[in-house]
């Protein structure tokens, strides 16, 4: 994906069904979020390496796109960001006792409103298949703004955790659907 091409805002956001043939789609759009990240000084949450060149972070994302619903957000048929939904959270958030979808990998082009478009579909998603609990982990360090985000898309925060030997804060959020 050529992260130079500008996308307006304004323009219709479509989603649709992602899959394994969308892995590179998925890399590429993290590794623009990386580097925007990087831009602005916020290492903290995913680091300064992007995700195609990382063993760990490829394992991951072609298990979260071959195990979940994963999703991708388009504007004029380019890429600009990306959602998956599953059953529950990764290995290091406690699951809950009723049941949940999950958002894994949420990436999107910064000033798009793709994120916000994902998450609403997200909800959608939840909702259809009769389930109304929505959850959602992210990095809850430096300057906040993402907890933030969820929290303007009708996310309420349930729990902090620490992750990655203790060095990595986290937030888990919920929303009713």
Aim: charged letters at 20%; one cysteine or more.
């Amino acid at each position: 994906m050529d992260s130079h091409i500008a996308i307006r805002p304004a323009g219709h956001i479509a989603i649709r069904p992602a899959g394994t043939d969308d892995i590179p789609t998925v890399l590429a759009l993290f590794d623009e979020a990386v580097a925007w990240l990087v831009s602005q000084g916020r290492t903290g949450q995913w680091g300064d390496t992007p995700w195609s060149t990382n063993p760990k972070t490829i394992a991951l994302v072609e298990k979260y796109l071959t195990t979940g619903s994963a999703w991708i957000a388009e504007i004029g048929g380019l890429p600009v960001g990306t959602l998956t939904l599953t059953d529950g959270p990764g290995p290091y958030i406690a699951p809950v006792e009723e049941p949940e979808r999950y958002v894994h990998l949420l990436a999107s082009r910064h000033g798009t409103g793709a994120g916000a478009a994902l998450l609403a579909h997200a909800a959608q998603e939840t909702r259809s298949q009769g389930i109304s609990l929505l959850r959602v982990d992210c990095y809850a360090g430096g300057d906040g703004k993402l907890v933030a985000f969820y929290e303007r898309n009708g996310f309420t925060r349930t729990e902090a955790f620490v992750e990655q030997n203790g060095t990595w804060p986290g937030q888990i959020l919920a929303r009713r659907v």
